[in-house]
């Protein structure tokens, strides 16, 4: 019996305005589920696509992997732009519920050889690849030289990637946790970017991408500290 997992994540998606569900894997049984293992290896396990405008959306999640010929068997694939503690944390629940699907069918051994971490899902797709020890070492400094490139060359892009991790993390720590992790979101220059987009949002009346924008961009004011005090005596009055 296959073990995997998978979980309804609602989505928003900034282009067109439209609001969508996707079943999106959390747990993946390696043995049992070929077909999900080759989506890994692709870097297409959690890509969604928008079902109104076609974007392409690549939706960081944590991601637990069940390999019952390793050890350890359990794997957590790190959701990328957010802190390794709250990684943990969720492959500690996806664990749990991994447990409670297996029933009366876990087995104790599998979780003594504790819990492994892997550092994104683009680690996994190389290493699902075969890649080397050395090209898998390397992979964090050449995504980071990417991101550096990214942000001097496409600075819209760049930003709009990070606020859309923001936008579609599915519960409030989470977006903490995304803030945190990602202190490029609180820059003026981000700050000024997404305000023009939401500016143009407003312009093509496209209601639901405007709500989006503006309790998002809410949220980094908050954390930004730019509240006036009147707004922040309301806050904290609730
Ligand atoms: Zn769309």
Known sequence: MSHSISRQVEIDCLECGMNFTADVYVIVDMQEQPDLVDKMRGGTLHQVRCPECGHLLLLEIPLLLFIRNNVPHLVVVCAAGTSSEWNKQQGMELVRCLKDVAGSGWKND???????????????????????????????????????????????????????????????????????????????EAQDLLHARMGNAAYLKNSNALAVFSQNLFLLSVRRGDLGPAMRKKLEEG
């Open 110 to 188: 599998w979780s003594e050889g504790g819990l492994g971490a892997m550092h994104d899902q683009a680690m996994l797709a190389a290493w699902l690849s075969g890649a080397s020890k050395e090209a898998m070492q390397q992979l964090p400094r050449q995504q980071a030289l990417e991101a550096a490139r990214l942000k001097k060359e496409d600075p819209e892009r760049y930003y709009m990637d990070l606020f859309y991790a923001l936008v579609n993390a599915q519960d409030i720590p989470w977006k903490q946790d995304i803030m945190e992790s990602n202190p490029d979101l609180l820059c003026d």
